[in-house]
């Protein structure tokens, strides 16, 4: 190991443990695990986790002209969030999480935050097995820097994504079809994005694996019904009726600022009342369309961006090269992606370092990949203050940043043979 080597593998270590201390000192502090947590215990009670009523109630109560006639409607909005059906996950999640949910919430959370730390060095392992041992180091380094800003949200947020890229990665790594089978769907049963996966199983010709993803599915599914079937069902019923549904039929389900998606970026850009706050701080939307034309622009840039993966796909593809290109979908083409959602992205950003350091003549990819993910970092709050960190946001710079990423992958040439 050289000089260099040594100095990065502190300095990763560095990185390491200050989400390790960060996540120990803000696991008291209320965030996202709170509504898990909560969820929960209304599990356990037999209440209504989705706080369905309550829901149905307030929809459609307020127009966006309505701000203009009482601004005292924008206080209450904005003290809304949160508190009335922040709960969006499949009952399942808030199922397997009950165990916890009888010890205090302080304690709850520390433990779920250590699950998710010991989760993401699962992942780095996974990580330097996948990419090969040879200069992991630097791969590493370049990862967690150019991640951190997303690793840090989810440490604050104390949010599910390291669990979910572990199940992801373990999923693919292991060549036991059972065992593939059920880590996936368990990913996708407590969020539903990771189910874009199968694509990479599809091309793997890893049927039987899908079979078993199947299975597990359904497996899932059940299990939240076996104390109370009755209770279950309802809670299923509300969860696709309030949350599945909802996203489909209307582009503005929670595109609020902090939603850097696809489907987010054309709402807050195109229809009003998607982020009322910041929407009139920002005299947005720029043009007025109806939900139909949002989503018939929304399935055209969708097909724009799944082509060239799937000539990949026809042409030949790297495994990692696939799975990269995955990850950076499963964010951007979700319904809602918040800033430590991004934090799929250091698989995709050490992926590719690890590609052009092994081609000196990829130059011009090189350079572009160095200033996109410079982006991420320059835009973020403790760079770029308070003021570009809002504008970034709003005009979602991490959506176009991650496509950037998204087609200089695809740009690669393959590898494997």
């Known amino acids: 190991m050289g000089r260099m080597e040594r100095i990065l593998s502190i300095v990763n270590i560095i990185f390491l443990l200050g989400i390790l201390l960060s996540g120990i000192d803000k696991s008291r502090a209320i965030s996202d695990f709170n ?11 037999k209440a209504d986790i989705y706080q369905y009523e309550q829901i149905k109630d307030l929809s459609g109560k307020y127009t966006f002209d309505d701000l203009f006639k009482n601004l005292d409607l924008i206080s209450k909005l904005e003290s809304l969030r949160g508190n009335v059906a922040s709960y969006i996950y499949p009952p399942t999640f808030a199922f397997l999480l009950i165990p916890i949910s009888y010890l205090s919430y302080e304690n709850a959370s520390l433990l ?18 996948l990419f090969y041992p040879s200069r992991f180091t630097y791969i590493l380094f370049f990862s967690l820097l150019f991640s951190y800003r997303f690793l840090e949200n989810h440490t604050s947020n104390n949010q599910v994504a390291f669990i979910l890229l572990f199940l992801i990665l373990m999923s693919v790594k292991t060549r036991n079809n059972i065992l593939s089978g059920f880590l996936l769907s368990l990913a996708v049963v407590i969020k539903l994005t990771p189910i874009i996966f199968v694509i990479h199983f599809l091309y793997k010709r890893r049927i039987k694996a899908l079979f078993f993803f199947g299975l597990g599915l359904l497996f899932w599914i059940l299990i939240p019904l076996i104390p109370d079937t009755e209770f279950g069902l309802r809670n299923w019923t509300n969860w696709l009726d309030m949350v599945l549904l909802s996203a489909l ?36 939307p720029f043009y007025s369309l109806s939900v139909g034309s949002v989503k018939l622009i929304f399935n055209f840039i969708v097909l724009l961006i799944l082509v060239p993966l799937f000539y990949r796909y026809r042409k030949g593809i790297d495994s990692n090269q696939s799975l990269s290109a995955l990850f950076i979908l499963s964010v951007i083409l979700s319904g809602i992606s918040w800033i430590h959602t991004f934090a799929f992205f250091i698989f995709p950003i050490g992926y590719y370092y690890h590609r052009i350091i092994q081609i000196p003549e990829l130059v011009w990819r090189k350079r572009f990949y160095f200033i996109l993910c410079s982006l991420i970092i ?14 970034s946001l709003m005009f979602s710079f991490l959506l176009y940043i991650g496509l950037g990423l998204y087609f200089l992958i695809l740009s690669l040439p393959r590898r494997e043979h």
């Open 35 to 45: 509504d898990y947590y909560k969820a929960s215990k209304l599990y356990s009670s």
């Open 249 to 284: 039929k209307n582009p503005v389900f929670r595109a609020w600022k902090n939603n850097q998606s696809l489907i987010a970026t054309l709402a807050k850009y195109f229809m009003e009342g998607a982020d009322p706050v910041n929407q009139l701080l920002f005299r947005m």
């Open 112 to 129: 779920f935050f250590l699950i998710n730390y010991v989760c993401l060095l699962g992942s780095i392992y996974l990580m330097r097995s």
């Open 378 to 391: 320059l835009t973020g709050k403790s760079i770029g203050g308070s003021v570009v960190d809002s504008i």
